[in-house]
């Protein structure tokens, strides 16, 4: 019988990671004000890893590489390290 994990429960950490996720959509200007806030209290009170999913449904992947630290890239003299 296949598991369904949209009923399996949240985690904090699962939920930190949606909030996180929904302040960078906001932040790129997908979400308005008024929808991050209806979002974020919703993921802040999700029981189920669904509920975070439905959060997240229309809004596109993330590519984590454009959201690195600004001197991820710089290349640093040995004597600097």
């Not at 598991?3 to 699962?14: G, H, L, Q, V």
């Not at 919703?42 to 439905?54: I, N, P, S, W």
């Not at 590519?63 to 710089?74: E, K, S, V």
Request: charged share 35%; glycine share 6%; aromatic share 2%.
């Amino acid at each position: 019988m296949p598991s369904d994990t949209s009923r399996m429960r949240a985690s904090d950490e699962d939920r930190d990671r949606v909030a996180g996720l929904l302040q960078e959509h906001h932040a790129e200007g997908r979400l308005t004000a008024e929808e991050f806030a209806e979002r974020m209290n919703a993921a802040l009170g999700a029981r189920t890893l669904g509920e975070l999913d439905e959060l997240l449904a229309d809004l596109p992947h993330l590519d984590r590489r454009h959201y690195q630290l600004p001197d991820a890239g710089i290349n640093r003299r040995p004597d600097r390290l």
